[in-house]
């Protein structure tokens, strides 16, 4: 059965909800993925939605990759798994995804060593207009101090932009502990 695309972003939204994941970085996730095609392969040999690997979709119970449904499911136990296993951090659990458990922390620690994850990550946060690291569920100033204090980047990683939030942030904190 063919899925539009609001059909298929909704099935996304579906399963983020299910899995305690956050909606917008679940929406910017599968888009970088796939384009929300369920029928799109990688050369790497990931297939569908979710863009699994035939290992990874045995590991998660998924049989069909092409299946966005089950796709999502399988992607939402993956994701769950990630962001527990990462404390919550949203841009580990993302690197674990794309480069695996094992390479996630070393690909943020060393952006030059792989330029894709870090890549893959800035581009997922950024769509989603997620500001904090560790809960994108945290808004306002605490979600600015989150960032500012993550310690899986550095300020030498953040731009200019995330200094800027950072500092923006700090401001923000004082000004309601005084």
């Known amino acids: ?5 609001a059909q298929l972003k909704q099935i996304v939204i579906d399963a983020a909800r299910r899995y305690g994941i956050n909606e917008r ?7 970088q993925e796939s384009g929300f095609r369920p029928n799109v392969g990688s050369s790497a040999g990931a297939f569908g939605i979710a ?5 990874t979709a045995a590991a998660y119970g998924l049989r069909d990759r092409s299946d966005p449904v089950s796709s999502m499911e399988a992607w939402g136990k993956y994701m769950r798994h990630l962001l527990d296993k990462f404390g919550g951090d949203y841009r580990l659990a993302l690197a674990g995804y794309h480069s695996g458990e094992g ?3 070393a690909a943020l620690r ?6 894709k994850t870090v890549h893959y990550v800035t581009t997922i946060m950024n ?11 945290t808004s306002g100033a605490g979600a600015l101090l989150a960032a500012a204090t993550n310690t899986a980047t550095t300020p030498a990683t953040w ?6 939030l950072a500092a923006l942030g700090l401001l923000l904190v004082k000004e309601l502990i005084d």
Not at 1 to 5: I, V
Not at 127 to 137: E, K, P
């Open 1 to 5: 059965m063919p899925y539009s695309t």
């Open 110 to 115: 060393n952006p030059a060593g792989n330029p």
């Open 51 to 55: 863009q699994f690997l035939a290992s």
């Open 25 to 31: 970085i679940a929406l910017a996730q599968i888009n």
């Open 127 to 137: 769509a989603a207009g997620v500001l904090s690291a560790t809960s994108a569920a």
């Open 103 to 105: 390479a996630a922390r």
């Open 159 to 164: 731009g200019v932009g995330g200094l800027l």
